[in-house]
């Protein structure tokens, strides 16, 4: 089975790079706090590498 991933937003995306504001909302992220699930995949852990600074990362056992 496919490992899961949650992406909880921690910080801010406002005053960071443009790229940076952007990735948060090709993950699905919109708001502060908001936590999205996602499939653990290459390309989505580029994404969370991309904005480690601002996202917090839980690995979900399913």
Request: no cysteine.
């Amino acid at each position: 089975m496919a490992r899961r991933l949650r992406v909880r937003q921690i910080k801010s995306a406002s005053g960071h790079r443009f790229d940076q504001a952007a990735t948060a909302r090709a993950l699905g992220i919109r708001r502060l706090h908001q936590a999205v699930d996602h499939n653990d995949t290459p390309q989505i852990r580029g994404m969370i590498f991309k904005i480690r600074h601002l996202v917090e990362v839980e690995e979900l056992n399913t």
